[in-house]
Nanobody, 121 residues
Framework: QVQLVEAGGGLVQPGGSLRLSCAAS????????MHWYRQAPGKQREFVAV???????NYVDSVKGRFTISRDNAKNTVYLQMNSLKPEDTAVYYC???????????????WGQGTQVTVSS
């Protein structure tokens, strides 16, 4: 059994910052890429950022220069530092991990439950 638990969402004013975290736990053998996605009301879920097991990163254009993804492999945790937040960043943020469980060779997608980020004055 694998769980991804997000934390760090909340209400922030435009221009403010938040740091999201997502900890993976359970019978994990290996974690490959870890992602952040978001879903705004009435919109489809969209990719935000990814970090590979080697530390390479990529971002959607709308957050480049404002958001930073990082990970702590010892803690099986991924972070998303969000600066200069805008109202259009308001969404439920989900983490995703591509990982192997103990006793399996296959990599599968696992998702967290989501955390609400609201940017408003």
């Amino acid at each position: 059994q694998v769980q991804l638990v997000e934390a760090g969402g909340g209400l922030v004013q435009p221009g403010g910052s938040l740091r999201l975290s997502c900890a993976a736990s359970g019978s994990i053998r290996s974690i490959n890429a870890m992602h952040w996605y978001r879903q705004a009301p009435g919109k489809q879920r969209e990719f935000v950022a990814v970090i590979t097991s080697g530390g390479s990163t990529n971002y959607v254009d709308s957050v480049k220069g404002r958001f930073t993804i990082s990970r702590d492999n010892a803690k099986n945790t991924v972070y998303l530092q969000m600066n200069s937040l805008k109202p259009e960043d308001t969404a439920v943020y989900y983490c995703n991990a591509v990982l192997q469980t103990e006793g399996s060779l296959a990599y599968r997608d696992y998702w967290g439950q989501g955390t609400q980020v609201t940017v408003s004055s």
